[in-house]
């Protein structure tokens, strides 16, 4: 049996990009074309088979530890960047500003796609949903820079609505415009969950 299930949710690439050089910058270059290798979209300062862990896995590691790199895509839904965009008083969010990989259109609840489902795109290149990406104020100062004054305002109003990260699970090109079909694992919720979490 299999242990993904293709489901009859399709959205579409409305934008890509890439950090080249995060110590530079937050913001993404637009493309619209982006390469994606097992380690990451080529061009992307976020890419790499390994990454020093962070703080969002300090649980589990000391920072700086190399564990494998499951951040090589920020990937946001079209619905969730306007609510964003929308919560923080402004007409529109340039995903560029945020470090956007990017951004699918017409997949609901986009932040809370399950862990571990697939994002295919409509000649095979297949991106893993690792899971919610949790907002940061970083993306503020780019963002004051074209909105003067409401770069503080993105944490708050991004909670619940900044997407997910993802790894490549197989190689090629995902193209503006293209169609990407949602796989999810077959899988029942954890009975669990709720208990796990009060920890």
Same mark, same amino acid.
């Given at each position: 049996?299999?242990? #993904? &299930? @293709?489901?009859? !949710?399709?959205?579409?690439?409305?934008? %890509?990009?890439?950090?080249?050089?995060?110590?530079?910058? #937050?913001?993404?270059?637009?493309?619209?074309?982006?390469?994606?290798?097992?380690?990451?979209?080529?061009?992307?300062?976020?890419?790499?088979? *390994?990454?020093?862990?962070?703080?969002?896995?300090?649980?589990?590691?000391?920072?700086?530890?190399?564990?494998?790199? *499951?951040?090589?895509?920020?990937? %946001?839904?079209?619905?969730?960047?306007?609510?964003?965009?929308?919560?923080?008083?402004?007409?529109?969010?340039? @995903?560029?500003?945020?470090?956007? *990989?990017?951004?699918?259109?017409?997949?609901?609840? !986009?932040?809370?796609?399950?862990?571990?489902?697939?994002?295919?795109?409509?000649?095979?290149?297949?991106?893993?949903?690792?899971?919610?990406?949790?907002?940061?104020?970083?993306?503020?100062?780019?963002?004051?820079?074209?909105?003067?004054?409401?770069?503080? &305002?993105?944490?708050?109003?991004?909670?619940?609505?900044?997407?997910?990260?993802?790894? =490549?699970?197989?190689?090629?090109?995902?193209?503006?415009?293209?169609?990407?079909?949602?796989?999810?694992?077959?899988?029942? =919720?954890?009975?669990?969950? &709720?208990?796990?979490?009060?920890?």
């Amino acid at each position: 049996m299999p242990a #993904l &299930k @293709p489901t009859g !949710f399709v959205g579409r690439i409305t934008w %890509l990009g890439v950090v080249p050089d995060r110590d530079r910058q #937050l913001e993404a270059e637009p493309a619209t074309q982006v390469q994606a290798l097992f380690d990451g979209p080529v061009g992307e300062a976020h890419g790499g088979l *390994t990454r020093p862990a962070c703080s969002r896995v300090k649980a589990q590691y000391p920072r700086d530890t190399v564990i494998r790199n *499951t951040r090589q895509f920020s990937l %946001l839904g079209a619905e969730d960047l306007a609510e964003i965009a929308e919560r923080m008083g402004i007409d529109v969010l340039d @995903p560029a500003l945020v470090g956007a *990989t990017m951004v699918i259109a017409g997949l609901p609840d !986009f932040t809370h796609l399950p862990p571990a489902s697939r994002l295919q795109g409509a000649e095979g290149a297949t991106l893993v949903v690792d899971m919610e990406n949790r907002p940061c104020v970083l993306p503020g100062k780019p963002i004051n820079a074209v909105h003067p004054g409401f770069g503080a &305002k993105f944490k708050a109003a991004a909670k619940g609505r900044r997407g997910v990260t993802a790894w =490549v699970e197989r190689e090629g090109v995902f193209t503006l415009g293209e169609a990407i079909t949602l796989h999810i694992p077959d899988q029942p =919720v954890w009975a669990h969950l &709720k208990e796990a979490r009060r920890a």
